[in-house]
């Protein structure tokens, strides 16, 4: 369903920035923080729109428009992805930036929070128009991005390829070689080891540490996944590999259910080999709408935003969720998860593990130094469970629930360090 096809309440409840605003303020409230720190939290630092001309195959020259902001640098060099579609725009890319921040704060990260996004759709160009495209952004935002400023990432529809452009593109530019200025490259340049594997990894990561907490045993609980791609894909795998049954996985199109488990690497291959998870032999073939009500012990929406919301969030039958998706759940629907006593792992905390491991392609590139995958794996889970009882700590001291811990958590970090710098005036 398009956003314009929702009620006014709905459009309300799935905007992204007001959802951000809502875990902001009440975040903010309850650490008492002073209102010009507030003010700033709640601003972008910088904001830059560029319009982009391009040639296209046929000898046409179209003009995209295209975003880059940076929400705060206050704890390092921004960090964030870039989005290519035709819907991008700029509140979008604000609230996108902002996330960033928080996520960064709370994996403590050295870094801020960043977005870029074009709009475009990539669907319908071809490589050529998609490469002129790429590094003309790149020459327009150049002055805004660098190692030491703001290090994009790719995002929606951009890949390693485009991060290989914009490397390249900056490398020109500045004469000399500098891969640290994105992450998310190939691995021969200058990407790292583990990073297609690193949201999933962290996701299992932190469901470990949560059924530990909870005092239940890996072997003996149901999973119920949705989405089977990047990062489902790979957090069904990964914890299947250890022991933990997956009952479901749930795709658009229909979702595959077996109480005794599914073998995750078949039903990878019946996909591949089928083009969609639906009618694999070894499970039941269910509407996707209904495989969310099933009973689990825990929920991963890897999927998408807007998952679970006022009109879902009453129907999940879990013990915790484990939000794999960016946004996955409303604000509104935070309430109702708080009533039913459901444990959440938030978004900017579950998710972490991909900019963790971005965090560490930079850290390599800047030292020319690379790491083995079993390593760059040890410190990814070193960072996700300090993360993971970071958030929890805070959400026993202060009486909260883990989304408003996290989010406290993050704003109190930042908010240091910008009282610490002081206002540069
Ligand atoms: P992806 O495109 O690899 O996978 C998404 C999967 O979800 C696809 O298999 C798609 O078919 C499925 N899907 C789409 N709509 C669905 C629906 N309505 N119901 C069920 N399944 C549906 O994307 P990804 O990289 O795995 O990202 C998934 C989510 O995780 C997004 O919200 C993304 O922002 C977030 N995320 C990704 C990373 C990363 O490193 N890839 C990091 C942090 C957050």
């Known amino acids: 369903m398009s956003t314009e096809q929702l009620t006014p309440e709905l459009q309300k409840e799935f905007n992204p920035w007001l959802n951000a605003d809502a875990r902001i303020e009440e975040a903010a409230t309850r650490l008492g923080l002073e209102d010009g720190i507030k003010k700033i939290l709640k601003s972008s630092s910088k904001e830059l729109t560029v319009h982009i001309p391009v040639l296209l195959d046929d000898g046409r020259i179209e003009v995209f428009t295209g975003y880059r902001v940076q929400h705060s640098v206050a704890r390092g060099p921004g960090k964030g992805g870039i989005r290519y579609a035709p819907d991008v725009n700029l509140d979008e890319v604000r609230a996108l930036a902002s996330w960033m921040t928080w996520k960064c704060a709370v994996a403590n990260l050295p870094f801020g929070g960043a ?100 005092g239940m045993v890996p072997t003996q609980v149901d999973v119920i996944v949705q989405g089977f791609g990047n990062v489902g894909g790979m957090a069904a795998k990964l914890m299947a590999k250890q022991g933990i049954r997956i009952t479901c996985i749930i795709e658009y199109d229909g979702a595959v259910y077996n109480p005794k488990g599914l073998d995750i690497e078949k039903l990878m291959a019946w996909r591949k080999e089928h083009g969609s998870i639906r009618n694999f032999p070894e499970g039941e073939t269910m509407p996707s709408a209904e495989a969310l009500f099933l009973k689990c012990d825990v929920l991963i929406p890897a999927a998408k935003e807007n998952v679970i919301t006022s009109e879902t969030a009453g129907k999940i039958n879990t013990r915790i969720l484990c939000e794999g998706a960016n946004g996955p759940t409303t604000a509104v629907a935070d309430k109702i998860l708080e009533d039913r006593g459901i444990f959440v792992i938030p978004d900017i905390l579950a998710n972490a593990g991909g900019v963790t491991v971005s965090y560490f392609e930079w850290v390599q590139d800047r030292q020319g130094y690379f790491w083995n995958e079993q390593l760059v794996n040890q410190r990814l889970e070193e960072i996700m469970n300090e993360s993971f009882w970071d958030v929890v700590h805070y959400a026993q001291t202060h009486k909260v629930h883990n989304r408003i811990a996290a989010y406290m958590l993050a704003l109190d970090r930042v908010a240091f360090a910008i009282r610490l710098r002081g206002i540069y005036a």
């Open 115 to 214: 977005k870029g996004g074009v709009i475009c759709d990539p669907n319908i160009m071809s490589d050529g128009e998609l490469e002129r495209l790429t590094r003309r952004y790149t020459s327009e935002i150049i002055d805004m991005i660098g190692p030491e400023k703001d290090v994009p990432a790719p995002d929606m529809n951009t890949n390693e390829r485009t991060m290989a452009w914009i490397m390249d593109t900056y490398s020109m530019h500045k004469r000399e070689t500098t891969t640290g200025v994105v992450t998310g490259k190939p691995i021969n340049l200058g990407g790292s080891r583990g990073r297609a594997e690193a949201t999933g990894r962290g996701c299992l990561f932190v469901t470990l540490q949560a059924l530990k907490h909870l």
